[in-house]
Antibody, heavy 121, light 106 residues
Framework: QVQLRESGPGLVKPSGTLSLTCAVS?????????WSWVRQPPGKGLEWIGE???????NYNPSLKSRVTISIDKSKNQFSLEVTSVTAADTAVYFC??????????????WGQGTLVTVSS | DIQMTQSPSSLSAAVGDRVTITCRAS??????FNWYQQKPGKAPNLLIY???NLQSGVPSRFSGSGSGRDFTLTIGSLQPEDFATYYC?????????FGQGTKVEI
């Protein structure tokens, strides 16, 4: 049973960089899974941010691609999210998540509990 | 980007009701389609993957159907624990967009 846990600052200043880490337990980042980030602004719907495959492939939401980087640290069995040049619109609960590579249509079957990041001075 | 449009945005129902939520994709997405349930303050939970496959542990009163652009989630007999927000998602493209959500209320 894969367990995911997000960590990182809960408050980021405007124009700064949001950095979050997701610790993975009960599974390995080298498994054939996509390791993902999803966010949810307060009171709003889900927004898919991007994902990272164990072989190095990445996919990003085009609307965020210029500001987002997802990376993994296999030695620590964790993966990370960076969002640069943040504004109040980036205030959200950020979820780390995972979905299997097969079938290709697979949905996200493991989620972290989410962490609220507020962008404010 | 593929846009996913859910309807209705919210609905009121009673325990025991049969509930149907629809999702339309802006283009053909074959069977690259999933449904999630989210309760307040919690992470989403995968209900159905690849249009009609029930995720392990999900009650059989949930079912999914559809193909191409139009998809449906049906709750056969609404239970108290089913009051939540439901999201659809496409995984056809490498930007895996969600619908805007459908809130199921009493």
């Amino acid at each position: 049973q894969v367990q995911l846990r997000e960590s990182g600052p809960g408050l980021v200043k405007p124009s700064g960089t949001l950095s979050l880490t997701c610790a993975v337990s009960g599974g390995s980042l080298s498994n054939r899974n996509w390791w993902s980030w999803v966010r949810q602004p307060p009171g709003k719907g889900l927004e898919w941010i991007g994902e990272f495959y164990y072989n190095g492939a990445t996919n990003y939401n085009p609307s965020l691609k210029s500001r987002v980087t997802i990376s993994i640290d296999k030695s620590k069995n964790q993966f990370s999210l960076e969002v640069t040049s943040v504004t109040a619109a980036d205030t959200a609960v950020y979820f780390c998540a995972s979905r299997p590579n097969a079938p290709p249509s697979a949905g996200i079957d493991y989620w972290g509990q989410g962490t609220l990041v507020t962008v404010s001075s | 980007d593929i846009q996913m449009t859910q309807s209705p945005s919210s609905l009121s129902a009673a325990v025991g009701d049969r509930v149907t939520i629809t999702c339309r994709a802006s283009q053909d997405i074959s069977n690259y389609f999933n449904w999630y349930q989210q309760k307040p303050g919690k992470a989403p939970n995968l209900l159905i993957y690849s249009v009609s496959n029930l995720q392990s542990g999900v009650p059989s009163r949930f079912s999914g159907s559809g193909s191409g652009r139009d998809f449906t989630l049906t709750i056969g007999s609404l239970q108290p624990e089913d009051f939540a927000t439901y999201y659809c998602q496409q995984t056809y493209t490498t930007s895996r967009t969600f619908g805007q959500g459908t809130k199921v209320e009493i």
